[in-house]
Each structure stands twice: as structure tokens, then as C-alpha cells.
């Protein structure tokens, strides 16, 4: 596919082209997808193409994929993973055994269950630390000396959204790398790498597909030589989490739509977050756009155009009501996962219990695409016996 870009294009436009161009063999709008595992050499034991030996690390699809999310999140290099959690241990596993991480806490739970995990069979001293204050956590990371910065922004459940540049500046003084999950924001919302990151996250399982029917996740760094990117090149190639062509198709597909998708989301999220903020059976809404969110003032300093499509919500009164809520939801769907084009509901402490904090009257929810009038009923109307209690 030849590159359609010339100059400077708005990332709508560029997604809309799904990074690529116009097949000049066949005039495809469309790239193929490639189901081939292995590509044939000629009789003198030459490869037919150079970029295609086996189909582990040589597949155009995901290749025009990392280019255009690389292009998106203004980074150097781009890998697509198999999940977003695979993406996830790639860049952890770029610390060795006697070294030591400092992660957010409050974060997706299957990241904080798996890095404990994962820490403790590997002799590395863990570290988590609340994010939301930048002064402490600069302290804690100035203290412990970390090889790695882990946060997560705007984070799941709670939605903080950390000062990514005050952070990496402490972590580079001390030596550290920053990762960050930024799986809520999208690369349209937020590009950590140029607020100092190093490593970007996404699981694109989310929103950047969109449509709640692939596994996917991405890495991308600002510093394609460095010795990290070179482990989670390597890690990804040899450890064999790559993305199949099929599911890679259909991410080209999501991708297409994603700033469209992003706009509606976004609006429908602030409308309902002003909405229930007002709601008497609602005790707090945590969406970092509204001002009274303990993380607004970064929030709005580091997010572009928009807060996102995640909110969590604290219903009056416990796990009963929070859960009747959920139950009577008829429009919103109860399921796990966020970024969707349909709206769920998620009641989090069910998921995680007591091993992070999580408060059992809190819903989580991820906002989709229907009418936002629609979405507003389903949960006044879910609402409602509690205010008439
Ligand atoms: N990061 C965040 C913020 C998530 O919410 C999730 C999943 O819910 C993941 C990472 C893991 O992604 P995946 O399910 O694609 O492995």
C-alpha cells in the first residue's frame, strides 16, 4: 500500500485511511489479509521478499497498524500483541529479577493481580503507590530507586489521570523507565510519550477496536534504540504474542472509526456524568471532567479534546443497592470490558473483592454509542427506587 500522507494530517483523517493508501496492483481501498504462516524461497535459497520469512513478526497487516499508531501516538516504533495484558508483561518483564517497580495503585485489577504475581516469582520488589498525589509519589520514587514507573491513565476504576510529566521527570533523575497504560484515553486523548513517557500501552481490545470482538494489545516507545524497546521487540518476536492476521483485519476496521466513535462517546460520557453528578441516588460520579474529581486539574492538563468514555459512579447506599441498579439496567448490558460501542456495566468489587479497595457500592461504567437520551433513561429509570426508598 502506498503511504497517503502528505503533510501534516488531522488523526481523524489518517484513521480514516487505516494508515495505509491506495493498492497501486489492484486499486484496493482495503488491504488483504494474509493468512500465510510461511513464505518460500527461490532455488538459489533467496527470500521472495526480504520482510517475509514466517509469519511470527513478517505480517503487512499489523505492520500498517504499527505504523499508523506509531504515527498517532508520535513514537518511534510500534508493536501489536496478542492481548492487551500480553503488551503489559512484555514491558514489565524488561525488568530483571533484583530490580524493582513502583505502580500505580488503584489500576485494572488483572494488571495489579498479575504483577504481584509476576514480582513475586521473579525476586522483584513491588512497590504501589496512590499516583493522584504527585509530590508523594515523586517522594516514594525518588526513595525505592525503581527500573520501572508503571501507571495507568485515566486509570480503571477510578479514574485518576497522574501527572505523566512531573513523574517522568522524577523517574528519569532517578534512573527509572515510565510506562503507561493509556487504554481509557486512546491515542486521540492523551499522548504520554510526548508528556515524557517512554513506553505507551493500550489494550485495543478497548476502544481502538471498539466493537467487543477481538483481543488485542499494543506497545509503542519514544526511543526505538533503547535497550528496553529492543527486550519487548525481542519478547514479543520470540515469546510468540503476536496478533493473527484475522483479528489484526479487524482492528484495521475499528481503527477506521475511532475518532468518530471517540466524539459520541465523549459527549454522551460528560452529558451523563453532569446528569448523574445532579442525581440524588448517586452519592459521586468519577469522571476526571468534572472539577470536584481529586485529578481534574491533570486531567485537563493532559488530556486532548475529551475525557473519555469510562466513568465510575458511587451509588447510595452498598453492594445491595449498587447491584439492584446494575440488574434493572435494561439497555446498558452487565458485562466486563470497556470502550465498546454498547454500553456495560460493570459492579467491580464482585471482580476484585477486598484486595484493592474497591468500594462495593461502585459501578462501573463504560459509555457506547446509542442515544445518549436512551442511555439517560435506562439508568434514571435504574435509579429511581432508590429515591423512592
Ligand atoms: N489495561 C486496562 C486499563 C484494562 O482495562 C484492561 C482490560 O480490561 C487491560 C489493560 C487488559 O487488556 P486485555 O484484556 O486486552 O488483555
Redesign the pocket.
Known sequence: MSDNSSGKLAPASILAHGGGGIDPATGAVVPPIHTATTFARDTDYRLTSAAHIYSRDDNDLARQIESLIARLENGTDTRLFS????A?AATIRTVRPGGTILAQSG??W??TSWLRKHCAHSGIALIEAEASDTERFRETLRESGPDLVFL?APS?PWLAVADIAAISEAAHQSGALVAV?A??ATPLLMKPLDLGADIVLH????AMNGHSDV???VATCRDADSDAWRFIREERHDAGAVLAPFEAYLLLRGLRTLSLRMERMCASAQTLAERLAAHPAVETVLYPSLRGHPTHAAAKAQMLGGYGYLMSILVRGGAEEALGVAGRLQLIKRA???GGVESLVEHRHTIEGDATGVPVNLLRISIGIEDVDDLAADLEAALAPLTSA
Do not use: R, V
Open positions: 492481548s492487551g495484558m500480553a503489559i489500576i485494572y488483572g494488571t495507568e480503571n497504560d487504554t481509557a489494550s485495543a481490545t478497548k483481543l488485542a494489545g466486563t470490558s470497556l
